[in-house]
């Protein structure tokens, strides 16, 4: 079993900065691509922001420039630096992340969801 566990969301005014934080774990081989994805209320998820295991980020445009995605490989954890924060970026914020199970036969690649942490941006 694997699971994705969020932390660090919160009520915060605008302008100002969260830092999220996802770390995997359970029985993991290794991790491809991690991800944050968020949902406002009515609308449809979005893409954030995604690393890839070299390092390789990519950003929504509408955060470009404010957020900042960063991974530590050996703790299997992912990050997300919010710093300028609209009341626009209010939702829940969800980890994604590609990842090889280890097994008793034949390591297989899946892809998991945490379960979500609020971001609210209000004065």
């Known amino acids: 079993q694997v699971h994705l566990v969020e932390s660090g969301g919160g009520l915060v005014q605008p302008g100002g900065s969260l830092r999220l934080s996802c770390a995997a774990s359970?029985?993991?081989?290794?991790?491809?691509?991690m991800g944050w994805y968020r949902q406002a209320p009515g609308k449809q998820r979005e893409l954030v922001a995604v690393i890839t295991s070299g390092g390789t980020t990519s950003y929504a445009d509408s955060v470009k420039g404010r957020f900042a995605i960063s991974r530590n490989n050996a703790e299997n954890t992912v990050y997300l630096q919010m710093n300028s924060l609209k009341p626009e970026d209010t939702a829940v914020y969800c980890c994604?992340?590609?990842?090889?199970?280890?097994?008793?036969?034949?390591?297989?690649?899946?892809?998991?969801w945490g379960q979500g942490t609020q971001v609210t941006v209000s004065s």
């Open positions: 994604n992340a590609d990842i090889v199970v280890v097994t008793t036969t034949t390591p297989y690649e899946s892809n998991y």
């Open positions: 359970g029985s993991i081989f290794s991790i491809y691509a």
